[in-house]
């Protein structure tokens, strides 16, 4: 268990307003967790301070060769009051996974939902209500060492901060614009396109920057050997709805293993829905889009929920899906997912944790 000391700032910020749309990542709130690492010591001197500026140097190594981890999940408040996190244990698993693919020092499991907690209680005002927003939370981990060579930092900050959120997209769940990439990709397996680096989002840029010229909101990779399978959305796992099958890529070593995704495939398999995850080629979409048959497109994530796709472009190949409408599966997803989180439908896989 951590001792974490607590220094409340004297001079605590304006709530944002109830009618503020809380345009995603854009207000952080008053304090922050900070932790160091020191190689032959550990973590130590876990706080909780006023949210600040990070005084570090220009040598430190995460500038340089861009050793850092994030990660995401979000806070709810319940009807009743309580404050729920939903399903923290996950990101802390991950986040020990991405650690040790990044050569980065882990963290007990205990010790950063008690951080997230911790914080997320001091902050607790800052938790919105309005329908569709929540508090989104961020923890990541920093390279600090200030050395020049290309090795694994001695020592490191981990520190999360808090934002209160609306919908990721500006679209709400209105259905986005996705377009297939096939000049650059994203990842491959053996790299590290599995573990939550900051260095992943960066390598999706450029796609994101074209796709965005052509009036896309974010872009579907395909796998960087064939140039063929369906991978992963910039900030989603993706899922396809094909003849009444919910098809999604098996995780292969190159994607993200998203805590929405793995929650939306639990409820699919509860309510009796063909599930696979396998290998799916773009060859195979067009297809059934073709043949009629593709029936809904989703995206999933922490920040953007369940999201549904209602236009893919491939090239020439302009596929519109469900007249461009959300499809009711996509809705039934956003509405159990959002009601587990909000306290509103019964936890059956007792996946919320309260503050
Ligand atoms: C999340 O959904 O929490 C993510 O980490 C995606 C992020 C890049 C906005």
Wanted: hydrophobic share 40%; aromatic share 10%.
């Amino acid at each position: 268990m951590l001792d974490i000391k607590v220094e409340r700032t004297n001079e605590p910020k304006k709530l944002p307003e109830k009618d503020n749309p809380l345009v995603f990542g854009t207000i952080f709130t008053d304090h922050m967790f900070v932790m160091d690492y020191t190689l032959g010591k550990g973590w130590h001197d876990a706080r909780i301070i006023p949210y600040q500026p990070l005084c570090l140097e220009p040598s430190a190594m995460v500038f340089h060769y861009g050793q850092e981890m994030f990660e995401g999940l979000k806070a709810y408040r319940a009807k009743d009051g309580r404050t729920l996190l939903f399903r923290p244990d996950m990101n802390a698993k991950r986040t020990n996974r991405t650690c040790i693919r990044l050569c980065m020092p882990e963290i007990p499991e205990e010790d950063f939902v008690q951080a997230i907690k911790e914080l997320v209680k001091i902050d607790e005002a800052w938790v919105p209500t309005k329908e569709g927003t929540s508090l989104y939370i961020r923890p990541f981990i920093i390279a600090t060492s200030p050395f020049l060579g290309v090795r694994p930092s001695h020592t490191y900050k981990f520190i999360i901060i808090l934002s209160p959120v609306g919908p990721y997209y500006p679209e709400g769940l209105d259905p986005v614009k996705i377009w297939i990439e096939d000049e650059y990709v994203r990842a491959v397996k053996g790299g590290i396109g599995e573990a939550k680096a900051g260095g992943n989002y960066v390598a999706s840029l450029r796609a994101q920057v074209k796709a965005h010229e052509e009036g896309y909101s974010q872009v579907l990779w395909l796998d960087g050997v064939h140039r063929k399978y369906i991978e992963e959305v910039g900030a989603m796992n993706i899922f396809f709805k094909i003849n009444g099958s919910v098809i999604t890529p098996e995780l292969n070593g190159s994607i993200l293993p998203g805590v929405t995704r793995d929650s939306v495939i639990r409820l699919c398999k509860d309510w009796g829905i063909k599930l696979e995850e396998r290998k799916i080629s773009i060859d195979e979409i067009s297809r059934a889009h073709k043949d009629g048959l593709l029936e809904e497109v989703f995206g999933t994530g922490t920040a953007a929920v369940v999201s549904p796709v209602g236009h893919l472009r491939w090239g020439k190949d302009v596929m519109q899906i469900k007249d461009g409408g959300i499809g009711e599966l996509s809705q039934k997803l956003y509405d159990n997912l959002t009601g587990i989180q909000l306290g509103n439908i019964p936890d059956v896989h007792n996946w919320t944790v309260e503050v």
